[in-house]
Structures are given as C-alpha cells and as structure tokens.
C-alpha cells in the first residue's frame, strides 16, 4: 500500500511540476505579446496617418507579421496545454495500475452473513469512536444497529477524551486529579506519569519568571516530597533552573525544559496509561486491523492473480488460513504465533501447539505423521514416549 501511494504522489508532483512551469512559461509569454501588441498598436497609428513614408504593401506585411507572432504565441499555449491533460490522464491510470478495487478475491463474502459477526464488527466501530473522543457518532451508531452497550462501559473513554481534551488546551488539573485518584495502580505499574505532570507543572510555573520564585519553592516542597528519592536528578535539575529566573530560561543551560514536546509526550503517556488501566491497548481494534490488512492486502492480490494464472486454484482452498506467510510488523503482533519446526506451518485451532514430555512442541499434525503406534521419538532429542502423554498449549 506504502509503495502505491508513493508511484501515485510521484505521477502527481510531476504534474503539479508541469503546471508551474505552464504558468510561469505562460505568464512570461503573455507579458511578452501584450506588449508586442502594444507596440504593434502604435506603430499602426502611425501608418495610418497621412504622413506615413511607407507603401500600403508595407504597411500589409507588417501587419501579417503581427498576426503571425500572435496566432503563434496562441497555438504554443494550446499545444502546453494539450501535454497538460495527458499528464493529468496519466495520474488516473497510476490509480488504476496500484490500487486494484477487487478486493472480493480475497475476502470471505460470508464472514458478515452471520448476526453475530456483524454485531461484533459494530462494536469495535462504536469502541473506535469512543477512543477518537466522537461519542455523538458513536451514539447513532449504537442507536441504528440496536447494540446493546452499558452506559459503564462508555464512561471511561468519555472521561479519557475530557482529560485528554484538558491537556492538549495545557490544562493540567483533570490530569493531576485522575493521577492522585488511581496512584495505587500507578505505583504498582511503576508508571512515572504521576511525576511527569507535576514535573510539567512546575515548568508552566517556570515560565512566569522571578514572580513566580515562592510559588516554584512552595510548589516543589509540597509535591515533589514523595519523590525524592526516586526522582533525585531531574528534581535537582529542576531545582537548579531557579538560578536563571531572573536572567530568563531561554537564556539557560535549563532552555531544554520549555520544549512544547513535553505537552505531547504527557498527551501519549495519559493514553498509555489510562488504556493500561481499563485493560485495552493503547490503539483501537479497528486501526490496528485495518492497518494489518493494508500490508497484507498487496501480498494477498498478487498470489491470488499468480494461483490464477497457473490454474492451481486448489492450493488456496481455505478461507481461513493465509497461503504465504506476511510480515505485518511488531505494531501488529499482540499475541505469541507458534509455527511447527517439523511440518513449518502455524499453528491453528484445528492445528494446535503439543507439548512432549521431553519439553519440546510440535503441532497436532507433526506428532500424528510422527506417531507410530503408541510410540513416539522426540525429532529433537532422544526420548521416546507415549503420544498419548503429549498435552495441548495455549498461547
């Protein structure tokens, strides 16, 4: 997908390369014809007049000589013209070529078909919205596809986007208030967030310069206490900067603290841990899908048109399982993936991982074929058991 969006943005910076030089090569010689007209309007006022020296043959050819240069200039601009549209034509068929709009070959038609799988699919566009803070179309949806969804369940993502709405206006209050309330679970995660905000807070009071000196010494000493002793460096550094207030921050080896990335960096760090709180990764379900499948999709296309061409449609007979294997990178991985060492497939749930008494795993598939009777040899060691004894693992 990266690599079709980039030929269609190189068709098109051409395109928009030829247009400014149309227009600049354009603008030039039009510059150049009003004024050649100009001229040629003046000298024809005075080839008209009665006193003109030259013969009325004269007179013609230097007027078929404007007309010339004029037809001239106009046909140059139709012809560029002309190579614009071509141009424009080519950027349609660079869509054509890289984004291929039948994606039926490689979906399950059927998936959706099923009640429940579509309610499924509802709820992780509801919880989507929800996380982008769009509770009024998330509330149509929920109201359209008759979902059934606690008010409970909604609350905390509405509370989240509030905070989050707070931090991104630099209001740091909502923040501090949900930190002090969860900080059991805060420590037990060994989360610094708590720290962070009031780190943040102490240089918003920095900003205000030598009348704020008291508030910075009263702020540190009734917040930063609990904190002593695990954040001693950076409560040095920050103590250290009141040395600048009255020469001005910006000035000072402290100018690093005033970076606005501070405010996105606790705008990602309140998502992260308000996700880890309610249990839920930090990126909805359904970016993360869709994400996965434009990687996938490519890969997908090309070995369904290559099954096609070479007519062994039964080599894909399953829509459940991928023919080739697709690197959707670590963004994408949530869980452990098991892959048999013996038969090199992944495991599945008609497939799944056996544990040997050895300690080894194979897959169901590998320990049947390797099976002989009620004996087994491990392919890794040389223990030899009951296929019996081999127990099922989940990841």
Known sequence: MASAIENVEKETEKVLHKFKSLKDHGDKNLSELIQQIESYQRDLSILTSPDCPLTDIQCQLLLDNVIKKTRNTISQFSTEHRDIHSS???????????????????????????????????KVIVEHFLRQGRSDIAEKLIQESKLDIDTNDKIPYIKMNKILDALRNRNLQPALEWAQTHRDQLVKSNSDFEFKLHRLQFIELLRGGIENQWKLITYSRSHFTPFAQRYQAEIKALMGSLMYLRSGIEKSPYQYLLDPNNWVEICHMFTKEACSLLEVSV?????????????????????????????????WSSRDELPIEIDVTRKCHYHSIFACPILRQQSCDSNPPMRLQCGHVISRDALNKLSNGSKLKCPYCPAEQNPADARLIYF
């Open 88 to 122: 424009v034509s080519r950027i349609g068929k660079a869509i054509d070529k890289n984004f291929i709009s039948d994606y039926v070959c490689v979906g399950n038609e059927s998936l959706f078909d099923q009640g429940k799988n579509n309610e499924i699919l509802n």
């Open 283 to 315: 990126d909805s379900p359904l970016s993360v899908t869709f994400n996965a499948g434009c990687i996938a999709l490519p890969a997908l296309i090309n070995i369904k048109q290559a099954i096609q061409q070479r007519n062994v449609n039964d080599v």
